[in-house]
């Protein structure tokens, strides 16, 4: 499958689910297998000089297997400590310090620790759970239930109403860059029905239609971005207040001025780590 040109996508990993509940098996093979390990706190990755590579495992903790490689290495994933040092992975994703294949599993690395540390216990009765099946799964012994990692999926829409495409911006954004619209999606709501209403409640619009683009996992700590691209009903705005501090209609020209970081305005787009930028490229396309 062809990567995409967006951060945390492409990974060069084949899981190999069936391992995680061979028991002995896995034992055995990763018994003769070379090893590396990617230790995350937080959202932050410990380097070993210029690179996340670990030859060993953190002593004593818990060690979750992220997949094999081309050339049969082994990956695994186990928190770091404050002692080690220690690099913010939205830095490491923005300066291009690691290769994208490795952004990809960093991403999961990271989505996955983060899961582990904040579901200790068991949601159903309170006692502590254990890690099994390699990382995937955690188990109650005290009532037998089971939980599994999560994942968070967010709607991220351009909205088009024919030749003009919506974009709004946040307060706490960079001066001048106006992106997709974005929102997590609820429970019991189809994709497209999360679009349309986060799209009412931020910008007032009425969306017709919704087509899907892309998706971008997110490791902040576990969403899945899913791109669209919206069909508007019509071009008034109404913003909410809370979420957006402004939404426009930009022009074709303008957007294409927007990506490329030439609008004599000042106007960008998001930066091209994210799907945003590439949903807006693909609207101006179709
Ligand atoms: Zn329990």
Redesign the pocket.
Known sequence: MKSPAFAFAGSPLNRRAEWRSSGDAFAEIAKVRPKRFLKCLGDQVAFAGESPTHDMPEEAREQIFLGEDREGLLWFASAARESDHLLPLRGVMMEGKVPAEMLAVLAQARSLLHWHETHGF??????K?EMVDLGYRRH??????DHFPRTDPVVIMVVRHGEKFLLGRQASWQPGMYSALAGFMEPGETIEEAVAREVREEAGIEVTSAAYVASQPWPFPSSLMIGMIAEAADEKITLDGSELEDARWFGRDELKLMLARKHPDGFHASHPYAIAHHIVKAALKK
């Open positions: 068991c949601a159903a009765c309170g006692a759970s109650c012994p005290a009532c037998g239930r």
